[in-house]
């Protein structure tokens, strides 16, 4: 059930539109409940003009005493439309009218027990709603005090549709960013754009801020982009206090430029979020010598198991630093998958925030690598593409159960809604980099060496990886690795470690990107090789001891392999 509340000044005007029945889908209108249950009904009497006035003056009884001791509100009309979906069983006019009577009760409106509630009606002009008119004026003669009534009417409404069986609605935790209004909606169509300039302006910023690395490079981005007007508010000392951004074109009827502050944009587009998260990010200090695509790959890789184990405030603060690497994506593809992975990312956008206050520090990894990202050429190789997506899908599958546990419902439609993107901008990015690798597959004896290693490794996921139709593309990039000079075994013990592989929809490639990024680090020295040896035989013969019989610690044991650490 849906509740939209509104205020107004004039009780007859509302009583005149609830049982004006020129009005579509306004039908049989009438009383379902009120305050006492003996209000007049104009829509069961036969005279309707007469019985509509008594009911008016019935209604406005507190307000007029109010008025004549100067202390009436100005606006003491409270109104409260609520709607069933249209896939709900129909309710009766009794059912309706208990769901009234828990509605002005939960708002503060008429509270239960208390003589001297508002004056209030429930009017049905139609199966599937009703609405609540009330006026604001106790019997007392004080204003009735229903702050939040917002939020207290759908706390109401979420417990009934549970005991009436009604589909229950997705609610929000009012993180969520303004929705454009109607008037905004209609001026876009008109203007011929299928978003209004609110989203689109949302948008910029948060491609300006992901991409920024401190507070006068985010407002040097967003004074360069091409047909955005920025306008910097600074305190008396100079320094910059915020922001308001509007699109070059878009005007008032005063011809005006429409101007929108950071927070009327998105809650986490204010100034001072904006800086609390940039001054979080670490410094660049000289040139990086890693592939920063492949940082932010292993970054997002460690996400999935903070958000298992961390604390919350670390678990929002990679959650949002997740969400700029997804804002800056469409920047950095092909043109072929950027509508996915924009649509990918204004899903998630919403999935970045929630209650809980992010530490952003936590994030710095990822949110380096993004940056670094930005400024260096966009990759050739289709494949640095795939490897971060495949990465990235295993984190919006990790945020769905981590909202979920939290009861952040519509986080979890929008990253159920980011899955399907993000899949499809996959699918399409990784078939020629996984056709390519599938025809570099190594001959057959080849093949059964690295099986063996497979059952080595990762024992549990054997028989599942020589299944996967991307089989030929991992023994492609294990082959190409041990002619490197890496050790398959270890890097296989090294990828699956990682992360889990349970979530993959496909294990084989998962593993194959992981290995792709293994391998395109440095072969450890012989030096390093021998201090690995050492180092494993030194854990093993400490383990055995700690196990064996006193007799036998001196036995020498035999070397075993190294299990893969995580990095």
């Not at 009884?61 to 009436?72: I, P, S, T």
């Not at 229903?146 to 549709?161: C, G, K, P, S, V």
């Not at 401190?214 to 407002?219: D, P, R």
């Not at 992010?358 to 940056?371: I, M, N, Q, S, T």
């Amino acid at each position: 059930m849906i509740a939209k509340l509104t205020g107004g000044q004039d009780t007859a005007n509302l009583i005149r539109y609830l049982y004006d029945t020129r009005k579509k889908g306004h039908t049989d209108p009438h009383l379902a409940a009120s305050w006492d249950g003996f209000a007049p009904d104009p829509g069961r009497a036969d005279d309707f003009d007469a019985t509509k006035r008594r009911l008016v003056a019935d209604l406005d009884l507190h307000v007029k005493q109010a008025d004549r001791l100067g202390r009436a509100p100005e606006k003491h009309v409270w109104h409260c439309s609520i709607r069933a979906a249209e896939t709900d069983h129909h309710l009766n006019d009794e059912e309706w009218a208990d769901i009234a009577r828990r509605v002005v009760a939960a708002t503060g409106i008429a509270p239960d027990g208390d003589p001297d509630g508002c004056r209030w009606v429930a009017v049905r002009h139609a199966p599937d709603h009703i609405h609540i008119a009330a006026t604001k004026v106790r019997a007392d003669l004080r204003t009735a005090r229903h702050w939040n009534d917002y939020l207290t009417a759908d706390r109401e409404l979420a417990a009934i549709e549970k005991e009436y069986g009604l589909r229950q609605v997705v609610r929000g935790d009012r993180t969520a960013a303004k929705r454009p209004t109607r008037a905004e909606q209609e001026k876009a169509k008109r203007a011929g754009q299928a978003r209004t300039a609110r989203e689109r302006l949302r948008t910029t910023v948060r491609t300006a801020m992901a991409a920024a690395t401190s507070t006068e490079e985010f407002i040097s981005l967003l004074q360069r982009t091409d047909g955005i007007l920025v306008d910097v508010k600074h305190f008396p000392s100079g320094d910059v206090r915020g922001y308001t951004v509007a699109l070059e074109g878009d005007t008032n009827g005063a011809k005006e430029p429409v101007w929108y502050s950071g927070s009327e944009l998105s809650p986490d587009l204010s100034f001072p979020k904006i800086r609390k998260r940039l001054d979080s990010a670490d410094p660049q200090q000289g040139p990086r010598k890693a592939d920063p695509w492949h940082q932010a790959t292993a970054a997002a890789e460690r996400i999935p198991h903070r958000l298992g184990h961390g604390d919350d405030a670390a678990a929002q603060a990679h959650l949002a630093a997740f969400g700029e690497a997804l804002d800056v994506l469409p920047l950095l593809a092909p043109q072929t998958v950027r509508p996915q992975l924009f649509q990918a990312a204004e899903a998630f956008e919403r999935a970045t925030r929630s209650r809980v206050q992010a530490e952003h520090h936590h994030a710095r990894a990822l949110r380096g690598a993004v940056r670094a990202m930005v400024r260096e050429p966009a990759p050739k190789d289709g494949a640095t593409l795939a490897m971060f997506l495949d990465a990235a899908i295993l984190v919006v599958i990790a945020a769905t159960r981590w909202h979920q546990l939290r009861h952040h419902d519509q986080q979890v439609a929008a990253a159920h809604q980011t899955l399907i993107h993000l899949q499809a901008a996959y699918e399409q990015a990784a078939a020629a980099p996984l056709a390519a690798l599938a025809q570099r597959r190594p001959p057959q004896q080849t093949v059964t060496r690295h099986i063996r290693h497979l059952h080595q490794a990762v024992p549990e996921h054997a028989e599942q990886l020589t299944e996967d139709p991307a089989f030929g593309a991992l023994t492609a990039v294990l082959a190409e690795a041990e002619a490197a000079g890496h050790n398959p075994e270890r890097l296989l013990q090294q990828a699956a470690a990682q992360r889990t592989l349970d979530d993959a929809r496909s294990p084989a490639r998962t593993l194959a990107w992981r290995i792709e990024r293994l391998s395109a680090r440095p072969v450890p020295s012989a030096r390093a090789r021998a201090a690995q040896a050492r180092s494993t035989a030194r854990g093993n013969i400490s383990a055995q001891r700690s196990t064996a019989p006193v007799h036998e610690a001196a036995t020498t044991p035999v070397p075993q392999p190294q299990h893969g650490r995580r990095r």
